[in-house]
């Protein structure tokens, strides 16, 4: 959900020197709990592989281990690699980079960031994101007051932690023109003072409104920008990630990088609008033996419910005036949809409130229909997406399965949520809310992501939340559906078979079987036994990728 103009703050980036990847290599693994997401043979005391392929996951008697290097487990837990289905690349290697207000716990503490940071950054604009109010004792949005305070003169943009607003400073509206008179574009919104100016705050498109003021990143900072991002989801032990929203013009460097051996994990691309055309013509893409893949497009249908910009079809239960905003209408969706079953690529449509995501089913619907399977590549098996899914209407799972749609859902962002959603749907909504049991139960593929920078981005904190949907203080609230958490063996399939599912890959990737490929994630913790109130307190001891290993904290 992240949008691209608030990544592209050129940053003084410091030399990323730690190696992305080590050489390949032949390895038995054992000394520790093996679980293999094969519901035929759950566990294994060995699991070997040559060539970067598994060839013996079973008991240790008979195992083909002589002369092979040994990678002790030393009592880790070693799972199929887990991939995160639904992240920003860019995003989380900004966030790095950049002025991070991730977990400020007031306006206050915000705007003290806000001023050390001008401080040291005495010149050019300053931007950075991952502000929230929902915890905040002041209850509100930031506004340009705030942010003029903190860092007078300055042209300032914050966006909020979901990426769909951005608040900006007095000398930031008055650079990009944006006045009392100003309209605000389709899909967004200009929120205003009781004297009717602005104060500040952009909610989704209206955030292209001051897109003029940011500093444009040159090759060099764009790639530091994604070893970060790279470095930091190696170590949290996700060995795959399906990147939302990667912008079209940053495809051929990342498969430059991957050619370079600067890409340790496997990267599944959806890309930005402006590039679908492009796409479809030219078909899909792969590089550097599936590291990069390219062969999905990201749309959006409305916003987030956090800004109260998720399409529902009632009003906000908090904000009566208001049912949030499209971003999209049918007939700009419909040559695109019906253009991408015709060539092969996978849509994955961003819908969070119940209007949006009854509208995608609808379009989904139509373009299977326009487009007979003799007419498409992939026949019936298009696997299209609804990236989030977070809002439904019950009556809507069965849609899920019949047509069928991959819910690609965010398990924390329930966790996250809890503490405003229910002012924001009522309680009647929350019965088709953050719906992953009810869909899983289904028959539905739920592939399970992060949405990372949005949220911290850890498959820790995503198993946690699936399995306890608690926050992580352990808080649940009243009645806040707790059947619809799912038992561990689904939570593990979230995050391992099923974003290979959604990505094309399940022959190859998502299981530990011979013949699959050497991905494996290993936890210092057994996510299937320990009690889950310890899941988040737990760290990855070893990320290996087809073979290599890119992360060793044993």
């Not at 819910?407 to 088709?432: K, N, T, V, Y």
């Not at 561990?488 to 391992?496: N, S, W």
């Amino acid at each position: 959900m992240t949008r691209s103009l608030l990544l592209a703050a050129l940053v003084a980036a410091a030399p990323f020197s730690a190696p992305l990847s080590a050489p390949a290599q032949d390895m038995v693994l054992r000394g520790g709990t093996i679980h293999t997401g094969v519901e035929a043979a759950p566990t294994a005391e060995v699991v070997v592989v040559r060539d970067g392929r598994i060839v013996w996951a079973g008991p240790a008697a008979g195992a083909p281990v002589e002369g092979l290097p040994l990678v002790e487990l030393n009592g880790a837990t070693l799972f199929p690699g887990f991939t995160d289905a639904h992240a920003h690349l860019d995003g989380i290697g900004w966030r790095e980079l950049t002025l991070n207000l991730e977990g400020s716990a007031s306006v206050a503490e915000a705007m003290a960031r806000l001023s050390t940071w001008a401080a040291s950054q005495p010149e050019g604009p300053i931007v950075g994101r991952g502000w929230i109010e929902t915890h905040w004792p002041e209850g509100r949005f930031l506004t340009r007051q705030d942010l003029d305070a903190a860092a007078p003169g300055r042209i300032v943009l914050l966006a909020r932690a979901d990426g769909h607003a951005v608040v900006a400073s007095s000398p930031a509206l008055v650079a990009a023109g944006v006045t009392a008179a100003t309209e605000a574009p389709f899909g967004g919104e200009i929120l205003k003072d009781e004297a009717g100016q602005p104060n500040g705050m952009l909610i989704d498109t209206a955030e292209n409104l001051v897109a003029g003021l940011m500093p444009q990143a040159g090759a060099a900072a764009t790639r530091e920008a994604y070893r970060a991002g790279l470095s930091v989801y190696a170590r949290y032990g996700w060995t795959g990630i399906h990147f939302m929203s990667a912008p079209w013009r940053d495809i051929p460097l990342l498969e430059q990088m991957a050619e370079a051996g600067e890409v340790p994990l496997k990267v599944y691309n959806s890309i930005t609008p402006d590039g679908a055309m492009a796409l479809i013509a030219g078909g899909p893409r792969d590089v550097a033996d599936g590291r990069i893949i390219t062969r999905a497009v990201k749309l959006f249908a409305d916003g987030a419910l956090g800004s109260r910009g998720a399409a529902l079809y009632e009003p906000y239960a908090d904000a009566p005036r208001t049912s949030g905003l499209m971003q999209t209408t049918p007939e700009a969706m419909r040559p695109i949809y019906q253009a991408g079953l015709r060539a092969g690529i996978q849509m994955a449509t961003h819908a969070i409130g119940d209007r949006g995501n009854g509208s995608v089913i609808d379009w989904y619907e139509e373009a299977l229909a326009a487009v007979p399977p003799a007419e498409r590549p992939n026949g019936t098996d298009v696997r299209w997406r609804i990236e989030h899914a977070q809002v439904l209407r019950p009556s809507e799972y069965a849609a899920f399965h019949t047509l069928p749609i991959i819910a690609s859902m965010q398990p924390s962002h329930a966790i996250g949520d809890l503490h405003f959603a229910p002012a924001r749907l009522g309680d009647a909504r929350l019965d088709g809310a953050y719906a992953w049991r009810s869909l899983a139960e289904r028959g539905v593929i739920v592939a399970g992501g992060s949405d990372a920078p949005v949220e911290r981005g850890d498959p820790l904190i995503e198993f946690y939340a699936a399995v306890a949907r608690r926050d992580l203080e352990g808080f649940q609230g009243p009645d806040w559906r707790p059947q619809e958490a799912v038992d561990r063996l689904t939570a593990l399939r979230m995050f391992t078979l099923w974003p290979a599912y959604a990505s094309f890959r399940e022959a190859e990737l998502g299981t530990i079987q011979v013949g699959k490929r050497a991905d494996f994630t290993a936890f210092d913790i057994d996510l299937m036994t320990v009690p889950a109130e310890r899941i988040p307190a737990g760290r990855a001891i070893l990320t290996i990728v087809d073979g290599r290993i890119v992360h060793d904290a044993r």
